[in-house]
């Protein structure tokens, strides 16, 4: 989980210590190149750290924050590590650092597939391409497509229910302000933590375990990755029925159905037919559009949006 450090202690030619991570069977990096990556590497994440505020990542401000952007413990919290180990990684101390983790770190902090390349060879790590699939920004030309599609309510997930980009219709409906309000951007996080009478979906022993199975689809591909790790666990923790599903290993794909929502604002139910769409460029990504299955779900829909206007 990079919770732990490897630090070893050599003596240097000339009598002083020279501390260098080590891997078994890796070669280390020259003394000269390493002792100028390292202090690059701590302020690229320092950097980076600060530019990210905390209601990019869903949390709450909080009161008396100096920190411009993240603290240190919420980006190991985030990224699922120990928090005296990232510290010691941006200090630019010379600790080992798997793929897994540094993927979770570049997650973390928003980082573009340069910026996380970058982020590999400061830190001594080969970047294997293609391996960042969580994306946290969708770009003004995905916004403008599901904006386009109000007033029918459209969103675009992660393979993990991170909610990346909604559209009004979207936020009338699920009240995604409140969503945020809990801390964690995330529909499955909302739907397992919410009481029966506050959960907008209806047939939750229906609904629920089919969006666990696609979850669990998706998590074949991220087995051991600190952040899907520490958000099944802590997730688990906090939902005894998401953990009695997650145990039954269901897998499904995700697909076009109806269901049925509820809304605090309306009497009666919203039946609403979702197909999922995938992304070009937005790797495990996918819009995911609603329209009316019935007229009088369409009707209310249509309600949602005048209480909106007014």
């Avoid at 916004?143 to 459209?154: M, R, T, Y």
């Avoid at 979702?274 to 992304?279: D, G, H, K, Y």
Wanted: aromatic fraction near 6%; charge should be positive.
């Amino acid at each position: 989980m990079g919770g732990v450090a490897t630090v070893t202690t050599h003596q240097a030619a000339d009598g002083t210590a020279d501390r260098t991570g080590e891997r078994t069977g890796e070669r280390t990096a020259p003394r000269t190149s390493r002792h100028r990556r390292r202090p690059e590497l701590a302020a690229f994440l320092r950097n980076r750290r600060a530019r990210v505020t905390p209601a990019d990542v869903g949390m709450a401000p909080g009161l008396r924050r100096r920190t411009p952007g993240l603290r240190r413990e919420e980006v190991a919290q985030l990224s699922g590590v120990g928090v005296t180990w990232y510290t010691w990684l941006e200090q630019g101390r010379p600790i080992n650092a798997s793929p897994q983790v540094l993927d979770a770190v570049a997650r973390t902090l928003r980082l573009d597939a340069s910026e996380r390349e970058h982020l590999y060879h400061l830190a001594e790590v080969a970047c294997v391409p293609g391996r960042h699939s969580d994306v946290f920004e969708v770009g003004a030309e995905i916004q403008g497509i599901i904006d386009a599609l109000d007033p029918h309510p459209a969103v675009v997930y992660n393979t993990r229910y991170d909610i990346l980009a909604t559209n009004p219709a979207y936020r009338d409906l699920f009240a995604v302000p409140e969503i945020v309000g809990t801390g964690i951007r995330n529909v499955l996080w909302t739907l397992f933590t919410a009481s029966e009478d506050a959960c907008p979906v209806v047939h939750r022993s229906q609904e629920l375990p089919i969006m666990v199975a696609t979850l669990r689809g998706a998590y074949g591909r991220h087995a051991g990755e600190p952040a899907w790790e520490s958000f099944v666990e802590r997730l688990s923790a906090a939902s005894p029925y998401f953990a009695e599903l997650w145990r039954s290993g269901n897998v499904a794909p995700p697909g076009p159905r109806v269901k049925t929502f509820r809304h605090w604002a309306l009497p009666g139910e919203i039946r609403m037919t979702s197909v999922s769409l995938s992304v070009n460029g937005l790797p495990e990504c996918r819009i995911v559009a609603y329209t009316p299955a019935d007229e009088e779900s369409g009707e209310r829909v249509a309600a949602l949006r005048r209480n909106r206007e007014r």
